[in-house]
């Protein structure tokens, strides 16, 4: 190879110098012809190359059931590898170009390596993104945080690039810029202390399986509510609800609380917990007119007839004096109201009748008394989830007053009465 750059650039000076033309003379004409040669000979070089690799690359992605070369091919790495190929030969032929000029030489010199390392660099950034997206591909690392693993990489390998650059601009071994580069450690961790931080909490995250992408988080503190569309190695991105980007440090979600509704999704049913406030006022016993009058009420009909007949039996056997409704064992209007919701929840067609299904009596509060329904829906997305909740709410505040209830609500100050 040697012999034949040397053939193919070296004619031209010894012809000059056969010519009589003085060696300063002759060194400046042949080397203007050379990098013209160079320039031309590269060129051709580039697009033999750029021709066979990237056909041959085409060829074998429509040959190969896998879709990793067709992912080389959308990534251009084998275009990038035909500038690699000219670039080598341009590195091999600059001594020999100028070996009359050792100063530019060495500067061409340093270029093209310089060059041939960042090249390199970027072709195998290619590699690193074509299998980024060959397993994101993949369900098993679909969520997994692949581009936080990539930059790692990709930072160590510009670290040793870095090094070599310094190492040849300066003409300094390697062994010598390593340990200088050791001996300034602290100071680079310094530097990248967020970078580090973030590859120590992407790790976590990606090992105890704390937030995939695709999955909807809850962040308060920065107001994040929507679903994880990026791990990177020092972000985590979230599209809001609202079509908003909240970027979240990655190390924030390890050091700070969030919640994940994977669990929820991944469940047979999303739960509905609310309550409504009851007037302690409008609660009282019911009497038999009132009751008679309830058990026109279908869902719980049934459910008077049998309780009427276990109180009257349970007041007879204890001779209970009911000239007072106190007395003995009787039903309210709010524990009716409540078996009434029971009931309805029970038809109700959008629940899963196979989880928790209850409406309870929470702790009073100077407002009220809370009466909560606790249950879940069969369809847990958003706007049918919303749907389905309203619908209940709906039917609860319209059937309040069928039971003599009263919800509280917060006076205005505004008086009601007009002249």
């Not at 070296?10 to 300063?24: H, N, P, S």
């Not at 970027?247 to 609310?274: A, C, E, H, Q, V």
């Not at 209940?392 to 009601?416: N, Q």
Request: proline share 2%.
């Amino acid at each position: 190879m040697h012999k034949l750059v040397e053939k193919i650039f070296g004619w031209c000076y010894l012809l000059f110098k056969k010519w009589d033309f003085g060696e300063t003379l002759a060194a400046y004409l042949s080397l203007a012809i050379n990098i013209v040669v160079l320039a031309i000979l590269s060129y051709i070089i580039y697009l033999i190359f750029r021709f066979l690799l990237v056909r041959t690359m085409i060829v074998i992605a429509r040959r190969t059931k896998t879709k990793f070369d067709d992912l080389l091919v959308s990534n251009k790495t084998a275009k990038y590898i035909a500038h690699l190929i000219p670039l080598l030969f341009i590195y091999k032929c600059v001594p020999i170009i100028l070996e009359n000029f050792v100063y530019w030489e060495s500067v061409f010199g340093k270029l093209v390596g310089i060059y041939i390392v960042l090249l390199s660099l970027w072709i195998f950034k290619t590699i690193l993104h074509a299998i980024r997206d060959h397993l994101k591909q993949n369900p098993s690392f679909s969520d997994k945080p692949i581009d936080s693993y990539i930059q790692v990489i990709m930072i160590v390998l510009w670290i040793f690039a870095f090094i070599f650059i310094i190492s040849k601009i300066f003409d300094i071994d390697t062994n010598t810029m390593l340990g200088t580069f050791g001996a300034i450690s602290a100071i680079i961790i310094l530097i990248f202390r967020d970078t580090i931080l973030g590859f120590v909490a992407s790790v976590q995250v990606s090992l105890n399986d704390m937030v995939r992408i695709g999955d909807w988080i809850t962040f308060d503190k920065f107001g994040a509510d929507g679903d994880v569309i990026e791990i990177n190695l020092a972000t985590v991105k979230v599209r809001n609800f609202d079509n908003t980007t909240t970027t979240i440090p990655t190390y924030s979600m390890i050091s700070d609380s969030f919640r994940n509704w994977r669990g929820m999704l991944n469940s047979d049913g999303r739960r509905i917990k609310r309550h409504v406030l009851i007037k302690a006022s409008s609660i009282r016993f019911l009497d038999d007119n009132e009751l008679l009058k309830l058990k026109k009420i279908q869902l719980v009909s049934s459910y008077i007839d049998l309780r009427q007949t276990e109180i009257e039996k349970y007041n007879t056997t204890h001779q209970v004096d009911k000239s007072i409704l106190i007395n003995g064992r009787n039903m309210t209007n709010f524990g009716l109201f409540r078996k009434y919701i029971t009931q309805y929840l029970s038809q109700y067609p959008g629940l899963n009748k196979d989880m928790i299904l209850l409406c309870r009596q929470l702790q009073p509060t100077p407002q009220g008394i809370p009466l909560e329904i606790y249950t879940f829906s069969n369809d847990k997305r958003f706007e049918n989830y919303e749907y389905i909740m309203a619908d209940i709410f709906d039917h609860v505040f319209a059937s309040i007053s069928y039971f003599d209830l009263e919800i509280y609500e917060m006076p205005s100050g505004k008086s009601d009465y007009v002249e």
